[in-house]
């Protein structure tokens, strides 16, 4: 009989990857601790990542469920790894990456006692978050559970996978959030699997004190019903009702834009932008945010790059395609709002680089719709160098424009004011 340890799965390396990237095994020292950035800015990052400790699920399922809590525990090279429904789920150092210096990152599996305990420990994230001036951080999962908690979905028994959502929720709010409510904005990840038991999972979590949930920014590549179809719009609805943000993360459909077989990670980080855009066209014409007017969208970790050619591309679809909504040449549409007008009261943008586009937000009209991230702690992410990096940007905007970047659309969007006056 197959063992549950000999089905172990990688959450950071694709069947492309491992094909011709044999797994790297090889000790590295930690990075030392970086000194504290001079103060420019009070920063609410609206795109960071947990890395859940071991002790997750303790205490939290009902007893039924006791024995089979996930849990951590080790392989046999002594890395570890967690036992999911029966199913070892490796953990790739991506999501502990700021634990090395750039020089020392390499696709590895990590253990916990040997990563920087910022990444899974709250006490010492509020720590490493006072290092750049992080005055409020909204995490988002791992990618060992998916961005969306899609993991969940893939459990043999709904009855325990649902626990398991309710649990980790509970854990996000309750010993995440709950550490520092001031500092910390609790996001859920949903139930995806029944769309009414979704929306009835907002509602009770709104009323817990949640304002935002990780969707799929395309479900159907998760073997679920498509945005277009309907089904999931009473959990939409939901959201609409309660003011919860729905945050689209990149790769929360589990794929990323990947040209060829072979193209490194490099490529796959540099298109990161694309899987945006495609979400919010296609998010657009599928009518979700023309159902439901009051919906707020967040497009986390995919930047505003594309924005200039988004609105240029709407504009001569409209002229040449034009929007019908008679199912004509052009894509069916109802409302009195055109899709791009639709774009800029429905939709909200994550940056922590983009110079260039910072220049066009008054002639977009989208500078109340933008807010920045760190990407805690992620290869890509801005810490410890946020303040520098963020506020050499912020510099080049009016002092109003620079504010509502740096925290206050932000505070707006997820109901979460900040003390911006405190340095820490």
């Known amino acids: 009989m197959e063992h549950a340890l000999d089905r172990i799965e990688s959450t950071y390396m694709s069947d492309r990857e491992r094909s011709f990237a044999p797994m790297v095994r090889r000790e590295r ?4 601790d970086p000194p504290r950035e001079s103060f420019r800015y009070p920063i609410f990052s609206v795109d960071d990542h947990l890395l859940e400790p071991p002790d997750t699920f303790m205490g939290r399922l009902p007893e039924k469920y006791a024995a089979r809590t996930p849990r951590v525990v ?5 890395t570890d790894m967690w036992l999911l429904d029966d199913v070892g789920v490796k ?5 502990a990456d700021i634990s090395w210096a750039h020089d020392d990152r390499a696709l590895l599996e990590l253990r916990f006692d040997a990563i920087r305990p910022g990444t899974f420990r709250v006490a010492d994230r509020i720590r490493d978050m006072d290092i750049c001036g992080i005055r409020a951080s909204l995490s988002f999962p791992s990618a060992v559970f998916g961005f969306a908690g899609w993991r969940f979905a893939r459990f043999k028994d709904p009855d325990f996978a649902l626990a398991c959502v309710r649990a980790y929720n509970d854990w996000v709010l309750t010993d995440w959030c709950g550490a520092d409510p001031e500092r910390l904005v609790p996001c859920q990840v949903p139930w995806l699997l029944d769309a009414e038991v979704a929306a009835e999972e907002i509602r009770r979590n709104a009323a817990r004190g949640f304002h935002a949930v990780s969707f799929s920014e395309n479900p159907e590549r998760l073997g679920l019903p498509s945005i277009y179809t309907g089904y999931w719009d009473p959990f939409f609805s939901a959201c609409e009702e309660t003011g919860t943000v729905v945050n689209l993360h990149v790769g929360s459909s589990s ?6 077989t072979q193209s490194p990670q490099l490529v796959i980080a540099a298109l990161f932008p694309l899987n945006a855009i495609s979400a919010i066209v296609d998010w657009t014409f599928a009518l979700v945010p023309v159902k439901f007017p009051a919906l707020k ?3 986390s970790e995919g930047g505003i790059g594309w924005l200039p050619m988004l609105f240029d591309r709407l504009a001569f ?4 395609r034009p929007v019908t909504n008679d199912g004509g040449l052009g894509a069916v549409w109802y409302g009195d709002l055109r899709p791009a007008e639709v774009v800029l009261r429905n939709f909200y943008f994550a940056m922590f680089y ?7 937000l008054h002639e977009l009209g989208v500078q109340k719709n933008v807010m920045v991230e760190v990407d805690y702690p992620h290869g890509d992410s801005i810490w410890p160098n946020a303040q520098r990096i963020l506020g050499d ?14 925290w206050e659309n932000a505070a707006t969007l997820y109901q979460h004011p900040i003390d911006v006056f405190s340095r820490h």
């Open 297 to 299: 969208i967040c497009l």
């Open 354 to 360: 983009d110079p260039i586009s910072l220049t066009h």
């Open 29 to 32: 020292n930690l990075a030392p």
């Open 91 to 95: 953990i790739g150092s991506s999501n």
């Open 255 to 260: 794929q990323v834009t990947t040209p060829s």
């Open 74 to 78: 080790q392989d046999s090279d002594g």
């Open 317 to 320: 679809l409209e002229k040449h």
């Open 393 to 406: 940007q912020l510099d080049t905007l009016d002092p109003e424009t620079a504010r509502g970047l740096a």
